[in-house]
């Protein structure tokens, strides 16, 4: 258990609304990631965070957001939901050893 | 040319047999080496990483790296039907502090 906790777990919205996924972790590492994950294009970077207010674009970053106010948290707008951002996402955090990563349980979002 | 490529499978393997499972990248610089295990419908989890050619055992898994020749694998020996899942390389890129990259995963069964 990594400590990671997503929310919410299973979302539907309708497109054009904007949808905000929260990942909370207890051990306050410094790195946290936002992956998607879709059939045949594996998981992709959004966004990723090096601490509180340092966030980074990653691979598909276009239409998202992310906002860092606390080392716990850390957020993911989708500023108005399409279609194309129906998807599984998954947080993740870095404790530092060996630069790997550990993911939470994933936020499955459909935009109908 | 994708940074990080694996086939998707399906690899089906007896059980009690050797899973090998292949992984390519295209950046001679990256330095970090990642496989990760992936149950249907539920988060990935790490199984092993690698930074230093050669091979890195643990239980039942071997990571072999091979920079030369840019490819990364995993044995899995005395494969087990609980070990049917999707094992996903990761790799981080040069420049890419951090941040992994995934490939799409390669999707194993274990036949009883």
């Known amino acids: 258990d990594a400590g990671i906790t997503q929310s919410p777990r299973h979302k539907v919205t309708e497109t054009g609304t904007p949808v905000t996924l929260r990942c909370h972790q207890t051990?306050?590492?410094?790195?946290m990631y936002w992956y998607r994950q879709d059939p045949g294009h594996g998981l992709r970077l959004i966004h990723y965070?090096?601490?509180?207010?340092?966030?980074d674009k990653g691979e598909v970053s276009d239409g998202y957001s992310v906002s860092r106010s606390k080392t716990e948290d850390f957020l993911l707008t989708l500023e108005s939901a399409t279609s194309s951002q129906t998807s599984v996402y998954f947080c993740?955090?870095?404790?530092?050893?060996?630069?790997?990563?550990?993911f939470g349980e994933g936020s499955w979002l459909t935009v109908v | 040319q994708k940074e990080v490529e694996q086939n998707s499978g399906p690899l089906s393997v007896p059980e009690g047999a050797i899973a090998s499972l292949n992984c390519t990248y295209s950046?001679?610089?990256?330095?970090?080496f990642f496989w990760y295990r992936q149950y249907s419908g539920k988060s990935p989890e790490l199984i092993m990483f690698?930074?230093?050619?050669g091979d890195k055992e643990d239980g039942r898994f071997t990571a072999q790296l091979n920079k030369a020749s840019q490819y990364v694998s995993l044995l899995i020996r005395d494969s087990q039907p609980s070990d049917s899942a999707t094992y996903l390389c990761?790799?981080?890129?040069?420049?890419?502090?951090?941040?992994?990259?995934f490939g799409s995963g390669t999707q194993l069964t274990v036949l009883p």
């Open positions: 993740a955090i870095s404790p530092g050893e060996g630069n790997t990563i550990y």
């Open positions: 051990e306050n590492h410094r790195y």
């Open positions: 965070s090096y601490g509180v207010k340092d966030t």
């Open positions: 950046d001679r610089g990256s330095q970090s």
């Open positions: 690698i930074y230093s050619n």
């Open positions: 990761a790799v981080i890129l040069s420049g890419s502090a951090r941040q992994l990259t």
